[in-house]
């Protein structure tokens, strides 16, 4: 089915491991976005890309880094995690502006211990 | 940045009532989300308005957007256990580096049998 693919679903990570969550659409959108959710606070935008080649931060950036690989697929980097770490973070994608609205991949759960 | 208070942060009905979310943001909105988020899943686009005074529904679930285009608001008719969830506004910040949603803390709604 079409739409916005994340990997992986769950992970436990200890403090200062690292690890790369990836992102991938199959709609042929041009802008992509990672965010996180926490209890409380929302959704906040972490990094965002508007179109293949480029890559713009969001509201809560630090100690994340992200790749626009291609057109299809955005990663989102943790270098050395952090327990403030720990959240679910959803990756998104529209064509430019869209009418029907941003699609959401399920989600990847991030622990870190 | 445009920040978006939802009203109330949780609602608890009885099942066939009916309700609202009300969505207030400190800046005039230029495209207003609303979608649903099921417990550990992704998020569903509902809807999208962008012209003051706009209504669009879809099946029991009516949204507006007040003609001076800062508030939204999301009526659900006869509720029942399966508009159980968090609904969520997002406003559309554009700008040079490309659209970009901001949400509102979301609204925990439970539905009673």
């Known amino acids: 089915n079409a739409g916005v693919t994340q990997t992986p679903k769950f992970q436990v990570l200890k403090t200062g491991q690292s690890m790369t969550l990836q992102c991938a659409q199959d709609m042929n959108h041009n802008s992509m976005y990672w965010y996180r959710q926490d209890p409380g606070m929302g959704l906040r935008l972490i990094y965002y890309s508007a179109s293949e080649g480029t890559t713009d931060k969001g509201e809560v950036p630090n100690g994340y880094n992200v790749s626009r690989l291609n057109k299809r697929e955005f990663s989102l980097r943790l270098e050395s995690a952090a327990p403030s770490q720990t959240s679910v973070y959803f990756c998104?994608?529209?064509?430019?502006?869209?009418?029907?609205?941003?699609?959401f991949g399920s989600g990847t759960r991030l622990t870190v211990v | 940045s445009q920040e978006l208070e939802q009203s109330p942060q949780s609602l608890i009905v009885q099942e066939g009532k009916n309700l609202t979310i009300n969505c207030t943001s400190s800046k005039t909105l230029y495209g207003l989300y609303w979608y649903k988020q099921k417990y550990g899943e992704g998020l569903i686009f509902l809807m999208m308005l962008q012209k003051g005074g706009e209504e669009k529904s879809h099946e029991k679930i009516t949204a507006k957007l007040d003609e001076k285009k800062q508030q939204s608001s999301l009526h659900i008719t006869a509720s029942q256990p399966s508009h159980a969830g968090i609904y969520l506004c997002g406003a559309d910040e554009g700008g040079a580096s490309g659209s970009r949603l901001t949400f509102g803390e979301g609204t925990q709604l439970t539905v009673n049998p």
């Open positions: 998104a994608s529209i064509r430019t502006s869209s009418y029907y609205g941003y699609t």
